[in-house]
Structures are given as structure tokens and as C-alpha cells.
Nanobody
Framework: QVQLAESGGGTVQPGGSLRLSCAAS????????TNWYRQAPGKQREWVAG???????GYSDSAKGRFTISRDDAKNTVYLQMNNLKPEDTAVYSC?????????WGQGTQVTVST
């Protein structure tokens, strides 16, 4: 059974940093394209960043320059380093791993950016 477990969320002041983790069990993340999404209250889920099986990262315009996605194959974990956080980054962040027609989601982790 494939499971993705996010962690690392919390409350941080504007300008602060957090590192989110997406740990996988039951599969190997390096053979999946893995993405981070977020959903703020009352808004649609939006794509934040993704990393391909080759390790190439991509970012939404809002994440570019502030967030970095990476993968540790030894730990079977994908990370999202978030710097210079803004109140508009407040959302539930979820990771998704896709391979062919298979798609797996984690339960999400709350990120709150507030004074």
C-alpha cells in the first residue's frame, strides 16, 4: 500500500522559512513525478512545485525564487524549502506522486504565515 506523509508545516511570521517533507512508503519516489500543491480556504487547489524523475524542478510563478523542491532518494522523501514566506502562502500543502495512470496523495500539512 502506497502512502505519502507530509510534515513540517506550522505557523511562521512573514519572511520566515519552513521545510516541508513528503515521505513515501510502499513505493519509490524517484520513479514518480512528485508535486506539491496547496489549497487556501475558499480557493481552488493550485500547483506549487514539482520534481521529475530526472530531478528537474519546476515552480509556479508565486513560488519561483522563494521555494526549492528537492528529493533525497536514500530517504525516499521529497522536500519543499520555503523561504521569505508571505501571508498569501497560508494553505494546506499536499504532495502528489504520479507515474503513468497512478496518482497518490498525502493528507496535507497546514502552513500559516501570520504575525
Amino acid at each position: 500500500q502506497v502512502q505519502l506523509a507530509e510534515s513540517g508545516g506550522g505557523t511562521v511570521q512573514p519572511g520566515g522559512s519552513l521545510r516541508l517533507s513528503c515521505a513515501a512508503s510502499g513505493t519509490t519516489l524517484s520513479i514518480h513525478h512528485t508535486n506539491w500543491y496547496r489549497q487556501a480556504p475558499g480557493k481552488q487547489r493550485e500547483w506549487v512545485a514539482g520534481i521529475t524523475t530526472d530531478g528537474n524542478g519546476g515552480y509556479s510563478d508565486s513560488a519561483k525564487g522563494r521555494f526549492t523542491i528537492s528529493r533525497d532518494d536514500a530517504k525516499n522523501t521529497v522536500y519543499l524549502q520555503m523561504n521569505n514566506l508571505k501571508p498569501e502562502d497560508t494553505a494546506v500543502y499536499s504532495c502528489n506522486a504520479r507515474r503513468n495512470f497512478l496518482s497518490y496523495w498525502g493528507q496535507g500539512t497546514q502552513v500559516t504565515v501570520s504575525t
